[in-house]
């Protein structure tokens, strides 16, 4: 069997898996209070465990899930995406152009950097930081995505592409496709609700978005975080070293350098493939072979640039 046939399979049983143990917690622990300390963990793997659908969508925008036949990559990808509400066709446009100029300059696909001008530079310092504490920390990015996708889904072509180049090429009928991926995943939410009642629909899917939100957006940035801007963009990134469990969760996300450097490379093969960076950029960008630190290194805040 293909191991993505595997992949979706086992990702898809754990899914279920941890909703029917979120389920027996609800229903057989009386008191909220113990309720909510034995789910707490359970909870943070199913924040995790969408963010490995998230990431099943990456190799799907790649067009890396089964490379053999498009049609069956987007339909396999765009059903495991549903439940998070990301049309793969939005989700493609916006990666390749991240891929194309991550960090190309302060101002070009570049999450952690703010340009300052004009007056109140102070003010506008502390507002960035706020910006950058909330977003990274408190679901802020997750929400930004939410929007981002939600915007066009719904403006015309013509001034999406204004908007943001990455949609260069963006046509009513990438558009049409976008708003019937992004209503059927809202009508699995409903239907979950309304079929199944609140509390399967809470255990299921709702906290599970909460925990995701979170998780997202303290994990999505940490492999650019800090790293070098300019024009070689593949390089502008870095990898850490495996982590047994999260490296599994995340399907090898941790090599994430030798991905921008060749992004054809599926997931299951980046560990044995591994490539590093060129020594200028290493030094600058493999600060870290920590998980944990990467993550807790997003509180030094974000870059400020001063522009007069």
Not at 136 to 144: A, S, Y
Not at 258 to 278: C, G, V
């Amino acid at each position: 069997m293909h191991k993505n046939y595997r992949l979706i399979i086992e990702t898809i049983t754990i899914f279920f898996i941890n909703g029917f143990a979120a389920n027996f917690i609800f229903n057989t622990v009386e008191s909220m209070t113990y309720r909510w300390l034995i789910y707490a963990p359970l909870l943070l793997f199913q924040g995790l465990w969408l963010y490995r659908i998230y990431i099943i969508g990456h190799e799907t925008a790649h067009k890396k899930l089964f490379p053999d036949s498009l049609q069956k990559n987007d339909f396999m990808g765009s059903l495991v995406l549903l439940p998070l509400l990301v049309p793969i066709n939005i989700y493609r446009k916006i990666h390749y152009f991240h891929h194309g100029f991550n960090r190309k300059d302060e101002h070009t696909s570049n999450l952690d950097t703010f340009v300052v001008k004009g007056k109140f530079k102070t003010v506008k310092t502390v507002f960035y930081y706020v910006i950058w504490y909330l977003g990274v920390f408190c679901g802020g990015l997750f929400l930004h995505s939410l929007i981002s996708v939600f915007l066009f889904l719904f403006i015309p072509p013509s001034l999406a592409v204004k908007i943001s180049p990455a949609f260069k090429g963006w046509k009513w009928k990438d558009q049409f496709k976008a708003i019937a991926l992004f209503g059927i995943g809202v009508a699995i939410h409903y239907g979950t609700f309304y079929v199944f009642g609140k509390q399967v629909y809470l255990v299921f899917l709702g906290y599970p978005m909460l925990s995701f939100a979170w998780v997202m957006s303290f994990l999505v940035y940490i492999f650019h975080y800090d790293t070098t801007i300019g024009e070689q963009v593949r390089y502008n990134v870095r990898s850490i070293r495996r982590v047994p469990v999260f490296s599994w969760i995340l399907m090898n996300f941790n090599e994430h350098a030798t991905h921008h450097q060749y992004p054809h490379i599926p997931w299951y093969e980046l560990p044995e493939k591994r490539r590093e960076l060129p020594q200028a950029f290493a030094e600058k960008n493999e600060t870290t072979s920590s998980f944990l630190k990467l993550v807790l290194n997003q509180l030094k805040g974000p870059n400020i640039v001063y522009e007069d």
